[in-house]
């Protein structure tokens, strides 16, 4: 066995990779149960399409995350007991297993701005959550983990998505959603006990900035000052726009496979199991691929395929009720998904700076999450004027711009794109 072998069986066997599991899974439940069981609930209580496309906009707090990730540099926690991010990440987890429960406590036929109220306080303290263990796990990891500890926190983040997209659906056939949310709030106890018994003070911790003033503005400087003004303002549109069309196909994914026929449980057992293991296989497969591809030509090949995989869709629509074809289609979309999510993290992740990373990934992952957000809430709409088969070649062609954009972000024989500062 090689020595690169060995040290790489090494580090993934590490507790700092077994704590990334915990940061991805806590990470990733709150957004699924937003994305996926939220809009199953109201579709199954009878909720229109369009009250439920505009039900996106509870996660606008994922979008201004970068507003309030200043603060959470400045301030802490418990920092006696638990340092700098881990109070806040206790605090946090704990939050939201108690809120989590209470949108069961509503009718969405009656109580419908509660619930989105509800939401709202969810999505901010989930994209909160969000900022502390992106802080924490760029403190935790040296620079040769970075790559394996994303991979490791994303997987974990979309194994997740089983919790509210799959086992939750099962559960609402046979239990009140009472009882069905409180069991999906249970889920973010792990990651409380692990944040306690597990999770090591960080190496590396970044200093405190000076004042909240330097917090604020540091991280935008150094951006700006780095890239310059121009290919700043090129970058944070392409991140609006790259995965765009795979976003908007997936928005109202839910609520297409009931409309074909197929049941909650069927879309649990079938439709969520389709999308996760391909999504997982893509984000695995695009990581080792890209150290022969480089970034540039990975974010051209990955994005051509995840945007082509969105047309599988359009052809379940034609197809209709069909297990075998909604299994083939959505697997077929995530693994694109997951191949050009691969490329898309390593992008973000060369575009920050270590000494400001909370506050650029907040503003670089809160501008990647907009058209899931604002774009997505009108979505509804275009689906009812256009039917199903449309849209989704509506879908198609809106993540073509993304893919021009890259002559100028990455052009396919040109310097590396999303330069690091050492680069």
Not at 142 to 148: C, H, P
Not at 259 to 266: A, I, N, Q, S, V
Request: charged share 10%; with cysteine.
């Amino acid at each position: 066995m090689s020595e690169h072998a060995l040290n790489w069986r090494t580090a993934l066997l590490s507790r700092r990779m077994l704590v990334c599991v915990f940061t991805g899974f806590s990470s990733g439940l709150p957004l699924f149960l937003l994305l996926q069981l939220l809009p199953a609930w109201m579709r199954s209580e009878h909720v229109d399409l369009k009250s439920i496309g505009l039900m996106t906009l509870v996660q606008m707090p994922y979008t201004w995350k970068f507003l309030w990730s200043p603060f959470l540099d400045r301030y802490a926690l418990m920092s006696g007991w638990l340092g700098r991010r881990r109070g806040w990440m206790v605090v946090l987890q704990i939050a939201l297993t108690c809120i989590i429960p209470v949108l069961g406590q509503f009718n969405p036929q009656v109580d419908l701005g509660i619930i989105a109220l509800v939401s709202v306080a969810i999505a901010f303290l989930s994209a909160t959550q969000d900022i502390v263990l992106d802080a924490y796990r760029r403190e935790l990891l040296d620079d040769v983990e970075q790559g394996l500890g994303n991979i490791i926190h994303v997987n974990a983040y979309r194994i997740s998505g089983l919790i509210p997209a799959s086992l939750a659906l099962i559960l609402s056939d046979h239990m009140p959603w009472s009882s069905v949310f409180l069991v999906t709030a249970l889920f973010m106890l792990p990651g409380a006990f692990a944040t306690l018994l597990l999770s090591p003070a960080p190496a590396h911790q970044a200093p405190e900035p000076k004042g909240l003033r330097e917090s604020v503005i540091g991280p935008f400087r150094e951006f700006v000052q780095r890239h310059g003004a121009g290919s700043t303002v090129l970058i944070l549109l392409f991140m609006c726009m790259y995965k765009l069309g795979d976003g908007m196909a997936t928005a109202l994914s839910t609520a297409f496979y009931l409309d074909l026929g197929f049941t909650k449980t069927e879309i649990g057992v079938i439709a969520k199991q389709a999308g996760l293991w391909p999504a997982i296989i893509g984000g695995m497969v695009g990581g080792i691929w890209m150290l022969r591809l480089g970034l540039n030509r990975a974010l051209w090949i990955f994005g051509a395929m995840q945007l082509s995989a969105v047309l599988g869709f359009a052809v379940l629509a034609q197809i209709g009720h069909d297990l075998w074809a909604l299994g083939t289609a959505i697997s077929l979309e995530y693994f694109g998904i997951g191949l050009g999510t691969a490329a898309f993290v390593s992008f973000i992740a060369r575009s920050t700076h270590p000494s400001y990373a909370a506050t650029q990934l907040a503003l670089l992952t809160s501008i990647a999450s907009l058209p899931r957000t604002g774009i997505n809430a009108g979505m509804g709409w275009v689906a009812e004027h256009l039917g199903w088969t449309d849209y989704f070649l509506f879908c198609f062609l809106a993540g073509i711009p993304g893919m021009i954009m890259l002559i100028w972000i990455a052009p396919w024989n040109g310097r590396e794109a999303a330069h690091s500062p050492d680069a």
